[in-house]
Nanobody, 116 residues
Framework: VQLQAFGGGLVQTGESLRLSCTVS??????????VEWYRQAPGKQREWVAG???????NYADSVKGRFTISRDSRRNMVYLQMNSLKPEDTADYYC?????????WGQGTLVTVSS
């Protein structure tokens, strides 16, 4: 099982972007997993951003609370990270992580660049 994250790009300060995370492989479902988004800026440690449970309970880092929204679409087998009011300090590689019990899976990063 492998997760896939996509949707990154170059935007200007104040603009929005939506990242998506899904699971690769036919017949695989992301729905049973607790899914989180992390990010890592150049020269910095990986930072937790947000998480959503299978039951849609959500949590956010203080740095993104009120600007980012994590959600999941069971029918489309997707988890999203809607990012609004983007700032240059949001620039980073964004990763999704899925966990179910002791097992975890990571997706490759998708780069978000916010220009000032």
């Amino acid at each position: 099982v492998q997760l896939q994250a996509f949707g990154g790009g170059l935007v200007q300060t104040g603009e929005s972007l939506r990242l998506s995370c899904t699971v690769s492989g036919s017949g695989r479902s992301i729905n049973p997993y607790y899914v989180e988004w992390y990010r890592q800026a150049p020269g910095k440690q990986r930072e937790w951003v947000a998480g959503i449970s299978p039951g849609r309970d959500t949590n956010y880092a203080d740095s993104v609370k009120g600007r980012f929204t994590i959600s999941r679409d069971s029918r489309r087998n997707m988890v999203y990270l809607q990012m609004n009011s983007l700032k240059p300090e949001d620039t980073a590689d964004y990763y999704c992580r899925g966990a179910r019990g002791p097992v975890e899976y990571w997706g490759q990063g998708t780069l978000v660049t916010v220009s000032s």
